[in-house]
């Protein structure tokens, strides 16, 4: 009787020790395919998007007209408030202003004034295009960068120019389209030749 009871006991045993272990393995098995299935996701390469060069100078022809947009009615601007702010100043200045006319002390900050927003301009105008241009700004970022590279690896030496041989567009400011970048290449070249050998431009 007590070994009866002894394998009766022993059979549950193990019963009971075979249901945990498929528990067990029914509750890891998900997670391995969870795991498996994060690591497929994770390792699959995503694709690098890029801006062609063409469409890329092309915004940057559009960026620089918006810079020079806003540059004119920001002269504009600091014109008409210079003019109208220091001309009552000028109608009640004493006779010298550090011993020069009112009339030319107030006229010459009135041009301060322009040349604050001829400077602001540019800014301003750079400020507007960012923001309507926020989904594709990473990738112009990146082509800028590249550009860069390429305007310092070519343009010349601007210790070499001279008033018959000024340096041609230093900053690549005028690049607007492949055939003004080709231009630009042409142009440093010139620049080169003329600097190294002024007789063959005679």
Known sequence: MASLLQ??????????????????????????????????????????????????????????????ALTVPCMLAGLAGGASYFGEWAMEAPK???????????????LTCVGAGYLLGPIIGSAV????????????EARDREFHKHIVENRVDPTAQSASNPVPDFYGEKIGSLHDYRQWLRDQAKYRRKSEWPEDER
């Open 7 to 68: 394998r009766h006991a022993h059979t549950d045993l193990a019963c009971v020790a075979r249901g945990s272990i498929s528990r067990l393995h029914s509750v890891d098995r998900p997670s391995r395919v969870l795991v498996r299935s994060k690591t497929t996701a994770s390792g699959t390469p995503q694709e690098k998007q890029t801006l062609s060069w063409p469409d890329y100078l092309t915004i940057r022809k559009k960026k620089r007209r918006y810079e020079m």
């Open 96 to 110: 010298h202003i550090m011993g020069i006319e009112p009339i030319f002390f107030f006229g010459g900050a009135t």
């Open 129 to 140: 295009w960012r923001t309507t241009h926020r989904s594709t700004l990473p990738l112009i």
